[in-house]
């Protein structure tokens, strides 16, 4: 169990929290200062027991925004993890990068000598950092070199790339994990372990907004705005994260799906994708959430949780730092103290823990499936004008990460 101990993990927990029929409660402030301690010491004791194990080898592919400013970094915070191999289209940029990082010159590689990775024994796992039009391919000849996978959200562009991609990982014997960073991050975690202690009473409504500007002239953005390319514009790149929000936060699948779509043609940026789309899912328990994403509004990651008898709100909810989470019980307001991690090294130390064996793919290509399901369905309602799109498809998390 990588990083909380059975301490850890109760210490997230409200501490006291009655039923709804007596009076409900929600009380972490006498816990505010010890949360950090008790997860602090947790990590130190869990580095010190795995200081003599040999880290897993990791290749990032795409030495893009998110890879230089976030993944890279990210390994100087991992106990497991180690950067191995670069893969890039741009051999300057990749060798730089690789001295400054201790990577051998051997283990640069480029798109055309990929497949070469097979026989480098430092690669234990492909890290995918492409455009969305590239996950599956990359990802699959990864698995096929004989190498696990992180890959980046969304999974993919389309419903049949992320199809081939979970039967490559079944074919090849070889792990596939989404990044799903929030899965993993402690507020986010807090928040669905009060969710499933019935801490805000039944859950009633999930409300998510997750949108930026865009900026068709910056070339991370152009791929984005491609349909082709993102498989949805700021529904793939930042509603997701409000499809996948409401999912882990609710814990159960949602049944049916409404979407609109207001979007500007005249803007050179929305020509094949959607800009401001919004859609409800209808979930079996009879909760609701409702959702908006946007590539033409202020920055914004934000989700709130309306229960019978309280509320959350993490505002931001998703970012890499900031995140800010709110609690309202029937005693008043509570600002839960959560310690902020380097959210890419917890993935990464993660999916070396499930390649050693020691941890649960808790977001496996089955959970990225199921998001590019659900896009789709959402897209055909906003092209159906909002009618009522069915997605009850079975499809069952296999495990939910607040229990993990
Ligand atoms: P980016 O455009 O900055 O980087 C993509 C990299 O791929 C670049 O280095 C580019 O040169 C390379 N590339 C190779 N072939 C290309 C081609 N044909 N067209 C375009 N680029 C090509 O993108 P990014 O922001 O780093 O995003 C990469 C992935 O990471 C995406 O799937 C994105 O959704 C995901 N992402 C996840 C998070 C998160 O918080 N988990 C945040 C940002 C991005």
Redesign the pocket.
């Known amino acids: 169990m990588p990083l909380q101990s059975r301490a850890a993990r109760a210490s997230l927990l409200p501490t006291r929290c009655h039923d709804r029929d007596g009076d409900t409660v929600i009380d972490n402030i006498s816990r505010r200062e010890v949360l950090g301690a008790v997860i602090g010491a947790a990590a130190a004791s869990a580095v010190s027991a795995q200081a003599h194990v040999k880290p897993v080898g990791f290749a990032v592919v795409?030495?893009?925004?998110?890879?230089?400013?976030?993944i890279i970094p990210g390994f100087r915070n991992c106990r497991s993890a180690h950067l191995t191999a670069l893969v890039?289209?741009?051999p300057d940029k990749a060798n730089r990068i690789a001295a400054e990082h201790n990577v051998s010159a051997g283990s640069v590689y480029n798109?055309a000598n990929f497949d070469r990775i097979a026989a480098d024994p430092t690669i234990d796992v492909v890290y995918?950092?492409?455009?969305?039009f590239?996950?599956a391919e990359y990802a699959i000849r990864a698995m096929n070199a004989g190498k696990h996978v992180l890959c980046?959200?969304?999974m993919a562009s389309t419903v049949a790339d992320a199809e081939a991609m979970i039967a490559a990982a079944k074919s090849t014997n070889r792990k596939l994990m989404i990044?799903?960073?929030c899965q993993y991050e402690p507020l986010n975690l807090h928040a669905m372990r009060l969710l499933r202690r019935n801490a805000l009473g039944r859950p009633r409504l999930v409300v998510t907004n997750m949108g930026r500007q865009s900026d068709l002239s910056d070339?991370?953005d152009a791929?984005?705005l491609d349909m082709q390319?993102s498989g949805g514009g700021a529904l793939?790149?930042m509603g997701i994260y409000g499809i996948n929000g409401s999912r882990y936060l609710l814990n159960e699948e949602p049944l049916e799906v409404r979407a609109r779509a207001r979007t500007n043609r005249a803007d050179p940026r929305f020509q094949t994708v959607e800009d401001l789309i919004t859609w409800e899912f209808k979930f079996p328990s009879g909760a609701v959430s409702i959702n908006c994403t946007s590539f033409d509004q202020a920055g914004t990651m934000a989700w709130e949780v309306y229960g019978e008898v309280g509320k959350m709100t993490a505002d931001p909810g998703c970012f890499?730092n900031g995140n800010r989470l709110t609690v309202t019980g029937v005693r008043g307001e509570d600002e839960p103290k959560i310690v902020e991690i380097d959210?890419?090294a917890r993935e990464m130390d993660w999916m070396a823990d499930i390649v050693r064996g020691r941890a649960p793919l808790i977001s496996p290509g089955e959970e990225g499936l199921q998001d590019m399901r659900l896009i789709h369905a959402i897209l055909e309602s906003v092209a159906k004008d909002g009618a009522p799109v069915r997605t009850d498809w079975d499809y069952r998390r296999a495990h939910d990460p607040a229990a993990v």
């Open positions: 795409g030495l893009g925004k998110l890879a230089l400013g976030q890039s289209g741009h798109y995918i950092v492409l455009p969305n590239m996950h980046e959200k969304p990044a799903y960073r070339p991370s791929w984005r390319k793939a790149d890499y959210q890419f």
